[in-house]
């Protein structure tokens, strides 16, 4: 649990963390767009402090396998929310 995110809605911290790991992927086919601004409500503006602190809990973790399994989750999200932007699982 890390106390500095509490105060944001989940939805922001979800938004958050989906917004980071497009950045991560760095995938100009899915980028943070109008389409995911619109969905989730939130600017990658509004989102931005959110995902420094997600960023530095992640370079913080206790060990290596922490790190790659947050990663990975991070990634997993945003492949999955990919595909449903461009419509692959429709």
């Keep these: 649990m890390d106390y500095q995110l509490v105060h944001y809605h989940p939805s922001e ?17 899915c980028t943070w767009d109008e389409t995911l601004e619109f969905y989730s409500t939130y600017s990658e503006q509004h989102l931005q402090p959110i995902m420094n602190r997600l960023a530095l809990l992640v370079h913080k ?4 396998k922490q ?15 990919c595909k449903l932007k461009t419509g692959q699982y429709l």
Excluded at 19 to 28: G, M, P
């Design 13 to 29: 911290v979800s938004a958050a963390c989906l917004c980071l790991s497009v950045k991560l992927l760095d995938d100009d086919d």
């Design 61 to 64: 973790s206790s060990s290596d």
């Design 67 to 81: 790190q790659v399994g947050l990663l990975n989750d991070v990634i997993m999200i945003s492949v999955h929310a």
